[in-house]
Nanobody
């Protein structure tokens, strides 16, 4: 059974940086797509970024492209989300997710395992 543990959230001033981590366990992830989603207060969960475990191909939402970077460490079975130039509108609970079978990789229904979420708060 896939288990994902998110960490690294916190309170940051606008313009600052944070790195989120997602420790994955329970199987080998060679063909998986690993993603980050977020849910802001009063809004639906939205796609942030994704990376293929084997080839390291990355995908980003328009709202974070150029500011956030998704990466993976195969040896540690860990996915990272490096967040730079943070804005107050980045405030949300961030969730790591894993998909064993996907098409676009940007729809939350394509993912079958989720982390517990980690809060990111950006003050102006």
């Amino acid at each position: 059974q896939v288990r994902l543990v998110d960490s690294g959230g916190g309170l940051m001033q606008a313009g600052g940086s944070l790195r989120l981590s997602c420790a994955a366990s329970g199987r080998t992830f060679g063909n998986y797509l690993m993603g980050w989603f977020r849910r802001a207060p009063g809004k639906e969960r939205e796609f942030v970024a994704a990376i293929t475990w084997s080839g390291g191909i990355t995908y980003y939402s328009n709202s974070v492209r150029g500011r956030f970077t998704i990466s993976r460490d195969n040896a540690k079975n860990t996915i990272y989300l490096h967040m730079n130039s943070l804005k107050p509108e980045d405030t949300a609970v961030y969730y790591c997710a894993a998909s064993g079978a996907y098409k676009s990789g940007t729809n939350e229904y394509e993912y079958d395992a989720w982390g517990q979420g980690t809060q990111v708060t950006v003050s102006s």
